[in-house]
């Protein structure tokens, strides 16, 4: 009988598709750049394969993050998730166990782009307004 995978594994390699989705490479490229195969990749990114200590370091060396991003709210043994790295308390952590889609993506990617600070103030206090069901405030942040 096959065992389902760690979910702390999962969460690692759901968090390692989602940076290489943000910046836009490949499991092909990334696989390249690491000397294995973009099945392999899959795997990592499915949990169905873990990831080794050293080899997490070098894909976090490729996309840009600490090690520690990985971890950003991985559960722990006793259900709860992890805080560190200034993640969110464990409460709200319920939005971000879905894979992200490519409209998430999408929103990101066009996010990043702003460098306007009040711009991208008024656009987090609009979404959450959304989010919550009530009116955006108008004051600046």
Do not use: C
């Not at 959450?128 to 009530?134: D, H, P, W």
């Amino acid at each position: 009988m096959k065992k389902a995978p760690d979910p702390v594994d999962r969460h690692v390699g759901h968090r390692v598709r989602v940076r290489r989705l943000l910046i836009g490479i490949s499991q092909e490229k990334l696989g390249d750049a690491l000397g294995v195969t973009f099945q392999q990749i899959q795997k990592y990114e499915k949990g169905t394969n873990r990831i080794s200590a050293s080899r997490l370091r070098q894909i976090a060396d490729m996309l840009n993050v600490p090690v520690s991003f990985f971890y950003e709210g991985a559960p722990r043994q006793d259900g709860a998730r992890s805080e560190e790295g200034g993640a969110e308390p464990a409460s709200d952590h319920g939005a971000n166990d879905v894979f992200w889609t490519s409209q998430d993506l999408q929103l990101v990617r066009a996010f990043q782009r702003i460098t306007d600070h009040q711009v991208r103030r008024r656009i987090i206090s609009l979404v959450e307004a959304i989010g919550a069901g009530t009116a955006p405030s108008d004051k600046a942040e």
